[in-house]
C-alpha cells in the first residue's frame, strides 16, 4: 500500500503524513487508529513492557484484518521507542505506522533520566531530529548509536492530573517550539482528561498552531460542554477508552461523541485503542485487543450518526491533522 512510498521520492509540497517508511498521501490512510503502541517500556508501567515483534505484528494483522489503515504509535522519546520494529511490523503487515517524537509527563520516566534536567533547547534539538533525520534507536542513552532512517511523524506530550511539573512545562516548551518550526502534529496525554487550556495556552506559547495540537485521553473525563469549548479554539480531541470498561461503558463515549458532533466539532475527533499495556493485547492473552475499534465501537457509532460524521472520525481528520501542510518537517 502507499505506506511503502520511499522516503526519498520527492520532496513534496502537497500535505504528507509521515510514516516510519516515508512520506505517503493523506488520502491513503485509510483508518486511522489515532494513538496506539506497538513496542513501549514504561517506568510507571512494570510488569506491562512488550517488545516482541512477532507478537505485535500478529496484533496488527488482527488490526487490519478488521479494518484499520494505519496505526499512530504515540511511545515518545524514554519509554522503549523500538524504530526498527515499528518499519518491520509496517513491512509485514502493509499497515501505514507514523511514528512518535515528544516526551510523556514526569510519571513515566526513571527519577534519574536525562530528559527531568535538560534544557529546552536540548529538549527541542531532539525533537527535532527525530523529525528531520530520522529517530535516536536508544532515546540517546548510547549516544554513539546511528540514528534510525525512520523519522517520526508526530510529536507526543504529557501533563500530570490537575498539574505541570516544571519539568514538564520545558517540555511542553520544546514540543511547542518544534511544532512551530516544523508544523508536525502534537498530541498530548492529558491524565484523567484535565489541564486541556493550560496546555494549549502553553504550546501556543511556544508557537504552535491550534491546528497542529490534538489532546488525548479527554473522554476520561465525558464532559461535553467542556469538549466543545476545547474545540472552539481549533483543537483536536483524541478519545481512547473505547473497550476501557474499568472506566466506563462503551455507550459513554458514544453518547459523548454524539453530543459534541451536535454541537458542531465533528470534524475535531479522532478515536484510537492506546493500547500501551500487555494485558490489553490479545497477542499477549489480554483484550480487548486492537480488532476492537472496527469490530466492536465503529458499528456502534455508524448506527448513531451515519457513515458520513463517522468516516469524518475514522479517516478524514486524523488524516487532516497528522498530515504536514507542506508535506514534511521542515
Ligand atoms: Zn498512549
Known amino acids: 500500500m502507499a505506506a511503502m512510498e520511499p522516503q526519498a521520492a520527492a520532496r513534496p509540497t502537497a500535505p504528507r503524513v509521515v510514516t516510519v517508511t516515508g512520506p505517503v498521501d493523506p488520502a491513503a490512510l485509510g483508518v486511522v487508529d489515532a494513538h496506539d503502541h506497538l513496542f513501549i517500556d514504561s517506568a510507571a508501567m512494570k510488569g506491562q513492557a512488550f517488545d516482541d515483534l512477532a507478537r505485535t505484528t500478529a496484533e496488527v494483522v488482527e488490526g487490519r484484518d478488521s479494518g484499520i489503515g494505519t496505526i499512530v504509535e504515540m511511545t515518545p522519546i524514554g519509554l522503549g521507542r523500538q524504530p526498527a520494529k515499528m518499519r518491520a511490523a509496517s513491512e509485514a503487515t502493509g499497515v501505514a505506522v507514523v511514528a512518535a517524537s515528544g516526551y510523556h509527563r514526569d510519571a513515566h520516566y526513571p527519577a534519574d533520566h ?38 517520526a511523524g508526530a510529536i507526543k506530550g504529557g501533563a500530570s492530573y490537575h498539574r505541570i511539573s516544571a519539568s514538564e512545562a520545558r517540555r511542553l516548551d520544546a514540543i511547542g517550539g518544534a511544532s512551530a518550526a516544523t508544523d508536525a502534529p502534537v498530541l498530548v496525554h492529558c491524565e484523567i482528561g484535565t489541564m486541556a487550556f493550560e496546555i494549549i495556552d502553553r504550546l501556543e506559547a511556544a508557537g504552535a498552531h491550534a491546528d497542529r495540537i490534538a489532546l488525548a485521553h ?11 469549548d476545547i474545540c472552539a479554539r481549533g483543537v483536536t480531541l483524541e478519545y481512547d477508552t473505547i473497550g476501557r470498561t474499568k472506566y466506563h461503558p462503551d455507550s ?64 478524514s481528520s486524523p488524516a487532516r491533522f497528522y498530515a504536514f501542510p507542506t508535506g514534511g518537517a521542515r
Request: hydrophobic residues 45%; charged residues 30%.
Open 252 to 315: 459513554t463515549v458514544l453518547d459523548l461523541i454524539e453530543r459534541v458532533v451536535a454541537a458542531g466539532h465533528g470534524d475535531r475527533l479522532m478515536l484510537g485503542l492506546d493500547l500501551g499495556a500487555r494485558e490489553y493485547l490479545r497477542a499477549y492473552d489480554g483484550g480487548p485487543g486492537l480488532r476492537y475499534l472496527m469490530t466492536a465501537f465503529a458499528p456502534r457509532l455508524r448506527r448513531r450518526l451515519g457513515d458520513e460524521a463517522t468516516d469524518a472520525i475514522l479517516i
Open 218 to 228: 479527554m473522554d476520561r473525563n465525558p464532559d461535553a460542554e467542556l469538549h466543545a
Open 114 to 151: 536525562w530528559v527531568h534536567a535538560a534544557t529546552t533547547e536540548l529538549l527541542a534539538d531532539r525533537i527535532l531530529a527525530d523529525l528531520r533525520r530520522g529517530m535516536h534507536p536508544a532515546d540517546w542513552l548510547d549516544p554513539v548509536l546511528p540514528l534510525d532512517i525512520a523519522k
